[in-house]
């Protein structure tokens, strides 16, 4: 079947304004992951859900970040008052049931640039 | 805490092997993870090691764990100009449901 599919592809906003990036995950993938590449941070963590729930919501960099996802599927991540610092691309990754030994597959990301 | 150290270039002729090194400071990760990155392109699982393992052989590739000193290597030979692109190391902590923590990434740029 089909891989990771993320949306859009690149975004550009103005600072100040809200973004959503969407996900959708692998079919029957029950865990599903968000992280950040960025020049300054490389690829850091920021979320993680299994099912429609996030046990760990660690890697949030602020609350200006959240993310939900809705029928165990399609995830979104929602970035309000978005910063230049924000800039980055945003990778998802889906997993069959979560856990450290299974494989992660990643979307290509969405490439944001905050103006 | 959780890090995971890498150089960030490396350099290679066609042909020569590469070593690309990681330390990593999570002793409860019992997976540690290749990936690789080109350019434009998403992240790929290139191979994994299981913590009780010392080697991986897969084709070209070798992983090497040395646990003692929490040590990870990626040994590529023959390496082809097709091998160029960033190469992140990366461990998943015990009950963390599976989240990576990843390396800043080495450049792999192989010479004809």
């Known amino acids: 079947g089909a891989g990771v599919s993320q949306s859009p592809s690149n975004k550009v906003t103005e600072k100040g304004k809200d973004v959503e990036l969407r996900c959708d995950p692998i079919?029957?993938?029950?865990?599903l992951y968000w992280y950040r590449q960025s020049l300054g941070q490389g690829l850091e963590f920021l979320i993680y859900f299994q099912g429609n729930s996030a046990p760990d919501k660690s890697g949030l960099p602020s609350d200006r970040f959240s993310a939900e996802r809705t029928g165990g599927s399609v995830s979104t991540l929602t970035i309000q008052r978005t910063q230049q610092e924000d800039s980055a691309v945003y990778l998802c990754?889906?997993?069959?049931?979560?856990?450290?030994?299974?494989?992660?597959?990643f979307g290509p990301g969405t490439r944001l640039l905050v103006l | 805490g959780e890090d995971v150290e890498q150089s960030l270039f490396l350099s290679v002729r066609e042909g020569d092997s590469s070593v690309i090194n990681c330390t990593y400071t999570?002793?409860?990760?019992?997976?540690l993870y290749w990936y690789k990155q080109e350019p434009g392109a998403g992240l790929q699982l290139l191979t994994y090691i299981f913590s009780n393992m010392d080697m991986k052989q897969d084709q070209r590739l070798t992983v090497l764990l040395n646990k003692k000193d929490k040590h990870l290597s990626l040994r590529i030979a023959d390496t082809q100009t097709g091998d160029s692109a960033i190469y992140f190391c990366?461990?998943?902590?015990?009950?963390?449901?599976?989240?990576?923590?990843f390396g800043q990434g080495t450049e792999l740029s192989v010479k004809p």
């Open positions: 999570d002793s409860s990760s019992t997976y």
């Open positions: 990366a461990e998943s902590p015990a009950n963390q449901g599976g989240k990576l923590i």
């Open positions: 990754a889906s997993s069959l049931v979560g856990g450290a030994q299974e494989t992660q597959y």
């Open positions: 079919s029957g993938h029950t865990a």
